[in-house]
């Protein structure tokens, strides 16, 4: 018969992988942030430019997150295996390493990837290609965007059209601000971290009461 005091333990102290992606995943983010102010300074842009802080363009990047959420949603419920297969592999790679954790934590890592990939992507990337026209700086920004984000095809696809987005709430707002779209892809992140955590929890169960 185990000891209550055991499986408290065990509660308490996430397994080594879920702490690896913690730390770990914090730690890839920063060296983004360190890379958008190397490119930054490469390229002679400084990524902060355009970040103010602002509370309309914290409730505007919150809300514009929601269609986005949306879309990840809808992916679980249509009849297509490329979305079933992109959720199933984020299930079993980040399920398990993120089920424990706690809110906050998940909310900081999901602020380090936001923040990072956001001065990378739009405060470098795309103001520096903006010399050769917008619509080749979302363009060029974004295929690149979806490049790191190589899980499949589909997910390629599809993330290259979320980073459009994400440019698009970028310059379609005067003035522009980049916290707009950290914001969105801080609070999607998070939404869908949350979503993952709480799926994989109801498989576990009927897992284990089968």
Excluded at 81 to 104: C, M, T, W
Excluded at 138 to 149: A, E, K, M, S
Aim: glycine letters at 6%.
């Amino acid at each position: 018969m185990s000891n209550p005091d055991d499986e408290q333990e065990l509660d308490e102290n996430p397994p080594q992988d879920q702490q690896l992606l913690i730390l770990g995943g914090s730690l890839f983010s920063i060296g983004i942030i360190l890379a958008a102010f190397g490119f930054g300074w490469a390229l002679d842009i400084n990524p902060l430019t355009n970040l103010n802080w602002s509370w309309s363009a914290l409730i505007i990047g919150t809300l514009a997150a929601l269609p986005m959420f949306g879309f990840f949603l809808l992916t679980m419920k249509l009849p297509f295996q490329a979305f079933h297969k992109i959720n199933q592999f984020l299930l079993d790679e980040i399920g398990p390493r993120i089920v424990k954790a706690s809110v906050l934590e998940v909310f900081i890592l999901c602020i380090f990837i936001g923040l990072g990939e956001e001065l990378l992507f739009r405060g470098v990337l795309q103001s520096w290609s903006n010399q050769f026209g917008v619509v080749y700086a979302i363009i060029f920004t974004n295929l690149l965007f979806g490049i790191l984000h190589s899980v499949t095809r589909v997910y390629v696809i599809v993330a290259s059209l979320m980073g459009v987005y994400l440019s698009l709430l970028l310059i379609l707002f005067t003035p522009q601000n980049l916290l707009i779209p950290i914001t969105t892809h801080t609070v999607y992140d998070f939404l869908c971290f949350m979503m993952l955590i709480r799926i994989y929890r109801q498989q576990t169960a009927e897992t284990a009461a089968d």
